[in-house]
């Protein structure tokens, strides 16, 4: 006889991002498992928030506390409602000699929350695991976001349910305020080299494609403190604009010493990022520059 390998190619590579999407919508993305040996493969597929063993791991602390190094759990936020927020069809089969699998994956969360994520594995005859793909999204209750940078906040997020908007405008006699949210940009600059170069990020503001709102009214950006900014050695590519729903626009921001700086203290720069869509919405950004040597 002949002892022959199962071997499979994913189309996917570690990481299937679903993006952002408005809360209480649905979006789907497909990946492709491709059978590259001889014979006929069993699989199923499994997602780690549906396993037996599930209740038992979260009773360890998260990771955010016992490790810097993982932000965000395996299997992140869930639906309030009990139903997995990733699901995928088909789930089991025979994948014959030669031929491919179209996967279908579902991402339906049901509150706002930028931490959704799962696990996914591909299993071959019940034993042998021959893919594992991260599975991530956010949910946003209005069609605008903000990416890149390091959040301030917790990834884990509390099991009580917060009041819906109408409710905490209520209680707060119709003046609510958006609260606002941080985010940290570090830029390295490196000093020693023969060819010196600006150190460069960048921040991400989207606005969401969607049927739910009934205003199509584009998505407007700008920054304050920008004379400060540049006083201190920041340079922002596109410190206002308009986004269009459905687009996504990457603003670089650059660094480069004044000449007034000293290496020894530490510059930390604030300033408002405003978005204006449905809502008007602000972020705090920090801006926190650094020199490190090249040798």
Not at 56 to 65: A, H, T, W, Y
Not at 126 to 136: C, D, E, T, Y
Request: aromatic share 8%; glycine share 6%.
């Amino acid at each position: 006889g002949h002892g022959v390998m199962p071997s499979t190619v994913c189309s996917v590579d570690e990481v299937l991002d679903m993006g952002y999407v408005i809360a209480r919508e649905k979006v789907t993305s497909t990946f492709k498992i491709q059978n590259t040996s001889t014979l006929t493969l069993q699989y199923s597929v499994q997602l780690d928030s549906l396993s037996s063993t599930r209740d038992k791991d979260r009773q360890r602390l998260p990771s955010f506390i016992t490790s810097s190094l993982q932000r965000t759990e395996l299997v992140g936020t869930q639906n309030y409602n009990g139903l997995s927020v990733f699901s995928i069809f088909p789930t089991e089969g025979e994948l014959v000699a030669g031929k491919s699998q179209d996967f279908i994956v579902t991402f339906s969360p049901d509150h706002e929350s930028l931490y959704y994520s799962d696990r996914l594995k591909f299993v071959l005859f019940g034993k042998k695991i021959a893919h594992v793909i991260r599975l991530k999204g956010a949910a946003r209750d209005h069609p605008m976001f903000v990416e890149g940078g390091i959040p301030l906040d917790v990834p884990i997020e509390s099991l009580a349910v917060t009041l819906p908007t109408s409710s905490q405008e209520a209680l707060k006699g119709g003046n609510l305020q958006e609260p606002v949210k941080p985010i940290l940009l570090i830029l390295e600059y490196t000093e020693g080299e023969s060819s010196p170069v600006p150190a460069v990020t960048e921040l991400k503001v989207g606005a969401i494609q969607t049927a739910q709102f009934a205003s199509k009214k584009n998505v407007e950006f700008s920054f304050d403190s920008l004379p400060l900014l540049q006083q201190k050695g920041f340079t922002i590519e596109s410190a206002k604009g308009t986004i269009e729903r459905g687009q996504v626009k990457c603003i670089s921001v650059s660094w480069v010493p004044p000449a007034d700086f000293h290496a020894d203290d530490p510059l930390l720069v604030t300033a408002l990022l405003t978005l204006k869509g449905d809502i008007k919405e602000s972020y705090r950004i920090l801006f926190m520059a650094k020199v490190v040597s090249a040798y």
